[in-house]
């Protein structure tokens, strides 16, 4: 996609003389941006704007056009579009309004421009959207008013408005952007093929992304955890509550909205997010301009106490650590601070610092190995030296390879001082609240690469033909939804621990299977006709031995009869009496955007009262599952709790991981719920199973 | 203490003709602040300082002195102090450092200075801070640099350092302040005295406090509650996870760390707590300049998608609800907008929008009575105009007593729009998300002042003398522990169902018992000796005659006898047994700051894993105890679940109550439990309890 960022030659077609329009405006932030590359106006009338040569048509143009953008009325933009194709344009930015946003007619046109693209092998952006800005390649293909200062941050955005807002902060902050792509209704390409270009883009060490809807969720997954391995990516989403539970009836399915899918996306692809657009940059800033974190070890220095409780409190909530300081750093505190200094962290250098105080305490502790990050706090009492304190920062920051933020508070008096700590590249917090977060976001980031990147997707051994033909069958026979027994043989296929059973016809069947298997069993009526099986003496349990399951099949079969004379009756089940433990539920439901979601909780009351339940996306790592399991509150039951013994978490992982195979081996499962799988201190067994399919 | 704030004549001992002097800059403070009043340096030199005539002490002044500001080094202040005691000044603001907040020395230093002025009544701010400004009697009698401008909002700060931030921050946001107070120390006026005194002030309308440690819990509740009604308190309090859990042994106490109590303070007095610094001036802007929502029905005009969905997204999670608009402003926005804008809330009044169209939509939404507050979005697009829509909101918001903020988003582009806002009341967030949090600051207060406010502190009728006798035994005896039989014995006498129990010498007596009541009984054995009462025989359920009584009396002394020959036997206790029920706890522990923290929650995993707990500071009111029962996650449970019916919860809140009662009654009542209450649809029953005092 070389050719929306550094295109040869651009084609602006529907340039106006009439400084009011868009086709003007684009045209002079082309010129004004100082891209380097040919600009061809193309307008009916052919006027000369802005002494360029003006075309009436793209075909009129005698030179190869690399980049086309369009701004002529919706009406146009096929036609224009196809004559675009033909010339051997390579990338389209369609700015003009009037697609899928509009409504059904809208819709229509849009499909018609995609046909068009796909028929010419031209990429697009838009429509609908606001452009693109390269300040590296001094492009400016937007309507935007100001090109923004050059920098290594790229911002990808859906909404065009936001996007102005964005800009405009930029410039008066004094942002660094690299790239800035507004990708409108992304009839073609969207923040996928955007987050793969940017992956490799020398120019961009952040991606920042303003999303409303995902386009390919499983996708979107796979490439962040590519590109999280070289640069991060923060995301803002708009549109958390709306959708809500979703109509489905089984467990997952009622708790798993879509944010609940695109919150697990996040977790399994190392991508930040970002709360407010606000905290989007709060994190890019600190991405953009300071190394990564190797730890998450912080130090404090202040010269106020208040500031520094907060930025403690705030290390303490979000599971970040104090620094505890090495024996050294403690004695160059001490030689250097006033006698009343805290030399503890956080270091407290008193109101009466000046610059070489901070100077000598941010040297000293930077040099500890025991500190990974740091922030200097400043407010403005009598003697403060901002200005110099933010040089001193700044100087002695470079000498080490670590995160150095600040929190310099207030209004005038440290707006210098500011200024020289943004210059530098230090990111400086109006909060120590906000600082701290920053930090947690680069935190996370850093445990992702660690860890997480490294969980495997792990293949297991299992009868995936068989299963096949099982499901094959069940479409044959239009059967979408299946129970226990048809759903355990499916599991047992997968490898899955299920409760054992059987349904015998007869007396000998039963003498038989109790001869084959040792244990305690519990044998029920199978019939259709009867729901209430204990009520018509359906149930006996404890059985035995092959005597006993014989005479009881007899008393069931017999107390039936005199129960519903006229019951269909298709035999007696014979299942293993299940091991005492804690009842847990694996289920699955099907997110539009992200496919299989799969939910886990401790059963009963866990999940319908207090759901305090996991999600993932399918497939899943090892670490996805191990988190999955120990991220609920109530994991700590699973870990041992008064007379309950620790339960063999491992079994439920490998179950959960059985599951996702299963389900990425077959998208025809739309549902699925194990409820309960009843896990003890050996391990994890499936009982009652449900799956319901889509053909 | 109105000396304070607007006294007749201020003296400053310690006055300085060094300009680097914090004795300088206080008096050009006052001078140039523009005090009216009298203004007397004094300087053992007696040099005239600014053209002020100088003393040489305070006792040479020939007036009246009404203030004095000392700036004295810290070893001179109690002298000066006592000097001023005799002179008949009436408050003293001591800035000097060097009391308590230095260790050993310091405290005696300080202990002394209180000394002084309760022997001559004189009121004292500080020691070690800077100072206090009252705007509107333009008095300055602090080293901050400037004076900020003239507000209605109040500051009171515990930390000097984070004071000089906020001054400096208010003066370039040109955000006006009422009183600045730094109390420092505290060692006399604390922010009690000063939320009283403000409490009446007409200057002011939001009282804000920047607190690091509580001086008096319970007087806290009580004075905010009273402040609320005519005004908001919003507090930011640094510390909250410093002191963690407590060590006491009970449930209460292992999860109630200071900032529980806290939590449990500013939820019972309606106070408004901020996270951060930042949070604090949100909510100080919209409290100071809007009027008070009267509902939580709010609405959204935008000329951008996004940022409205991020809007709408908050108003979901943070309980506040969408206006419904009527039909007739449906279709006044019909006729005003275009027909793509949407005109549902958000009211999307697209990109192109310029102030006209700005105007007529918030006309029309202001005008609509399911409105109660309005949030107006502005991205700077093409023809967007800020500075007029500015002018717009603010012409429109006049014509009507409803809360109206904004969210100009952006940079350069909307700077001299958020300009017009701010000077004309209306508070602008830089940000959808903390516009919602604003409002949502606001719907607590009014939520707190229309329904807890009306909390009714009810007075059962007890048994109070008997218990007091009670626990005067105990005193004498140096009882600190009791258990179920004497516990029960307490709650009893303070009305709260108990289950009913007596311990029988011989069998004669149970055979009584039996006679005496009804149901279904169970006996054990009560004996120091004999911890494994099951093991020795010494326990015996389902007796329901006086016959079975008798008998299982014999038993279990036979079964006692034998399992220990020389254990010594008090008798056996028998007891109803129990009706199925939920089984929760209360508990109460005592904070050091609060008093009596009472406790609520369901047992076993609920309160020991899953930490599912709500607290209140003691005394509550029943709208206090009301939400105790419901705020927790597994509140539900007690509402039917499955087989089990709903709990009869108002039994809870009347035994909540009711030890609410008990503990504010005695208050040598350190720690105690209910573990558990049995509760079911018809009764909760108080089972095991267990006191611990303090004598």
């Not at 502790?365 to 740091?374: Q, Y």
């Not at 804690?582 to 009963?604: N, T, Y």
Request: proline share 4%; hydrophobic share 40%.
């Amino acid at each position: 996609m070389k050719y929306f960022f550094k295109p040869e030659s651009v084609a602006l077609i529907g340039a106006s003389t009439n400084p009011e329009k868009l086709g003007f405006k684009i045209l002079k932030n082309l010129i004004e941006g100082g891209f380097k590359g040919k600009i061809y106006p193309v307008n009916p009338k052919g006027e000369n704007i802005l002494n360029l040569k003006c075309y009436k048509s793209i075909s009129e143009i005698p030179y190869f056009v690399e980049l086309a953008i369009i701004v002529v009325p919706a009406e146009f933009v096929c036609d224009i579009a196809e004559e675009c194709g033909k010339k051997g344009v390579k990338g389209l930015i369609v700015i003009s309004a009037g697609f899928k946003e509009i409504g059904e007619e809208g819709k229509k046109r849009e499909e018609k421009l995609k046909e068009i693209i796909k028929k010419y092998g031209v990429r697009l952006i838009g429509p609908n959207c606001l452009g693109i800005i390269d300040t590296r390649n001094k492009l400016n293909a937007s309507f935007a008013f100001e090109m923004p200062p050059e920098g290594k941050i790229s911002f990808i955005t859906q909404s065009g408005a936001l996007g102005t807002a964005i800009l405009d902060w930029a410039i008066k902050e004094n942002v660094g952007l690299s790239k800035f792509v507004s990708f409108g209704n992304k009839a073609d390409v969207n923040e996928i093929d955007l987050i793969e270009e940017l992956k490799d883009d020398e120019d961009t060490n952040v991606i920042l992304l303003y999303l409303e809807g995902v386009s390919e969720g499983r996708k979107l997954i796979e490439v962040a955890r590519k590109t999280i391995s070289k640069k991060p990516i923060i995301i803002v989403k708009a549109g958390k509550t709306e959708s809500g539970a979703k109509s489905a009836s089984s467990h997952t399915g009622s708790l798993a909205g879509s944010d609940i899918a695109f919150n697990s996306a996040v977790k399994q692809s190392g991508i930040i997010r970002a709360n407010t657009v606000e905290e989007l940059f709060d994190y890019a800033l600190i991405f953009s301009y300071q190394p990564i974190l190797k730890g998450n070890r912080i130090a404090i220095i202040t010269n106020a106490g208040g500031p520094s409780v907060m930025a403690v409190d705030m290390i303490e909530e979000k599971g970040l650590l104090l620094s505890r300081f090495s024996e050294k750093t403690i004695n160059l505190l001490k030689k250097y601070l006033p006698p009343v200094s805290s030399i503890n962290n956080p270091v407290d250098i008193l109101g009466d610092a000046k610059a070489d105080r901070y100077e000598k305490a941010v040297e000293a502790v930077l040099s500890d190995e025991n500190v990974d990050g740091i922030i200097v706090i400043l407010t403005p009492q009598i003697v403060t030296q901002p200005y110099e304190t933010a040089q001193s920062i700044v100087r002695t920051s470079k000498k080490y390879e670590k995160c150095v933020i600040s929190c310099f508070m207030g209004g005038k008096r440290v707006e210098e001082g500011i200024k020289i700590l943004k210059e530098n590249g230090i990111p400086n917090y109006p909060t120590p609240e906000r600082a701290v977060i920053a930090l947690k976001g680069m935190d996370d980031y850093r445990r992702f690469r660690e860890s997480n990147l490294k969980g495997r997707f792990i293949e297991f051994d299992v009868n995936k033909e068989k299963v096949r033909e099982k499901i094959e069958n069940l479409k044959r026979s239009k059967t979408k939804i299946i129970g226990d027994i048809e759903g355990r043989e499916i599991l047992f296929l997968y490898g899955i621990n299920v409760v054992s059973s059987f349904i015998a016809k007869n007396e000998e069947e039963c003498e038989n299977f109790l001869k084959r298997n040792e244990g305690k069993f519990v044998m029920k009526l199978i019939s259709p006709d009867i729901i209430h099986k204990t009520e018509a003496g359906g149930v006996k349990i404890g059985i035995k031995s092959p005597e006993e399951a014989k005479k009881a099949f007899k008393e069931i079969i017999d107390s039936a009869r005199k129960y519903k004379p006229d019951a269909k009756i298709v035999g007696v089940q014979i299942q293993k009496m299940i091991e005492k433990g804690i009842e847990v539920i694996i289920g699955v439901s099907k997110d539009v955007q992200f496919g299989h979601l799969i939910m886990f909780g401790l059963g009963g009351i866990y999940v319908e009262i207090l759901k305090d339940v996991s999600f993932r996306i399918a497939p899943l790592t090892d670490i996805d599952a191990d988190e999955m399991v120990n991220e609920i509150k109530s994991a700590k039951i699973l870990k041992g709790y008064r007379n309950i013994p620790e339960c063999n978490t491992e079994k439920i992982k490998e179950t959960i991981l059985k599951i996702s195979q299963l389900v990425c081996d077959f998208p025809e499962i739309k549902e699925m719920d194990i409820n309960p799988l009843i896990v003890n201190e050996r391990d994890a067994i499936a009982v009652d199973v449900r799956f319901v399919f889509e053909f």
